[in-house]
């Protein structure tokens, strides 16, 4: 089992900046992939990012295309973390934002490719 617990939401303005956190628990947090993903009112959970565990071989990340140049994933696995700095934030990037986990072996993008949820954190971002 794996636990995750989301932290880092809040109000800000519209160009502003918040910097998400996921704290994992319950296995080896390095050979999981992470991910954010998020859900405004009305709309269906999305891709927002995601970083490959460290077996991948390789560091990799991806972002959905409406977040590229603004967010950035990273995580730090001496600490279990994962984080989302969210830059030039826009309203429409109000939502409540999830941290997932994988343990793929391909990191995923898409909601089925994920095991683990976290029960989210609400950004909310005004004009």
């Known amino acids: 089992q794996v636990q995750l617990v989301e932290s880092g939401g809040g109000l800000v303005q519209a160009g502003g900046s918040l910097r998400l956190s996921c704290a994992a628990s319950?296995?080896?947090?390095?050979?999981?992939?992470m991910g954010w993903f998020r859900q405004a009112p009305g709309k269906e959970r999305e891709f927002v990012s995601g970083?490959?565990?460290?077996?991948?071989?390789?560091?990799?990340?991806n972002y959905a295309d409406s977040v590229k140049g603004r967010f950035t994933i990273s995580r730090d696995n001496a600490k279990n973390t994962v984080y989302l700095q969210m830059n030039s934030l826009k309203p429409e990037d109000t939502a409540v934002y999830y941290c997932?986990?994988?343990?793929?072996?391909?990191?995923?993008?898409?909601?089925?490719?994920?095991?683990?949820w976290g029960q989210g954190t609400q950004v909310t971002v005004s004009s």
């Open positions: 319950g296995r080896p947090f390095g050979f999981l992939h």
């Open positions: 997932a986990a994988s343990s793929r072996i391909l990191p995923p993008i898409e909601l089925k490719g994920y095991d683990y």
């Open positions: 970083v490959s565990s460290v077996s991948s071989g390789s560091a990799s990340a």
